[in-house]
């Protein structure tokens, strides 16, 4: 079965600390994995995904399927990075049907 | 230009009636999804649009949820007999093209539907 699980509910750290948001996930095969966001009062929309290895927003995530995990990490937190994130993976081939973790919310205190 | 839009934004029905939610994608865009996020989870894959025909409702829960893309546009959820635990938001994305790899989906503000 697909799943992905976001052991956090709530993430509460201080302005300028390292941030790492836990998702781990079950698929038989090979999925592509996804990070979205969503801001208060926004929509949501994708931060980041593993196949195009990038940074976004100081955000970067690794793949590792030893442990199928895909962790969220910043360096250094900022305020403007609260939100809700939610992981999230789907087969890569065929048409992209996401299947969502729980969300994690992220609380950056100054 | 314009996101995807959803509307209404909120509806309350009574248990037992029909309801319709819209959803207007991104102009030009081909696929559309259909989601639903109940209280305190993450979105919920509903169902699927490739052009006008439904690629994949896999995710609807009963016979009771319908959708429709007649111009290969706009899209309609219909929900009949509404019942409490249809309580939720409904979400709409669409995207360019449907390839799973590369693809970008785009989110709608969601229609919250309350059940009385």
């Known amino acids: 079965a697909q799943r992905v699980t976001q052991p956090e509910k709530l993430l509460s750290v201080f302005k300028g600390a390292p941030v790492e948001l836990k998702c781990n996930y079950s698929?038989?095969?090979?999925?592509?994995l996804f990070w979205y966001v969503q801001y208060s009062r926004q929509r949501l929309q994708l931060l980041l995904r593993?196949?195009s290895r990038e940074s976004i927003k100081g955000f970067t995530a690794d793949l590792n399927k030893g442990e199928t995990s895909f962790h969220l990490k910043k360096p250094f937190a900022q305020e403007e990075d609260s939100a809700m994130y939610y992981c999230?993976?789907?087969?890569?081939?065929?048409?992209?049907?996401?299947?969502f973790g729980t969300g994690t919310r992220l609380l950056v205190s100054p | 230009g314009a996101g995807v839009s959803q509307t209404p934004s909120n509806k309350v029905t009574e248990k037992g009636k029909y309801v319709e939610l819209r959803c207007d994608p991104i102009?030009?865009?081909?696929?559309l999804y259909w989601y639903r996020q109940s209280l305190g989870q993450g979105p919920e894959f509903l169902i699927y649009?490739?052009?006008?025909?439904?690629?994949?409702d896999s995710g609807l829960p009963n016979d009771r949820f319908f959708a429709v893309r007649p111009e290969g546009s706009v899209s309609t959820l219909k929900i009949q007999r509404t019942e409490r635990g249809d309580s939720a938001v409904y979400l709409c994305?669409?995207?360019?093209?449907?390839?799973?790899?590369?693809?970008?989906?785009?989110f709608g503000p969601g229609t919250r539907l309350t059940v009385l």
């Open positions: 994305a669409s995207s360019y093209v449907a390839a799973a790899n590369t693809d970008t989906q785009y």
């Open positions: 698929y038989s095969g090979s999925p592509e």
């Open positions: 593993h196949i």
């Open positions: 999230a993976l789907s087969r890569n081939t065929g048409f992209q049907k996401l299947v």
């Open positions: 102009s030009g865009h081909t696929a």
């Open positions: 649009f490739q052009g006008t025909g439904a690629a994949d």
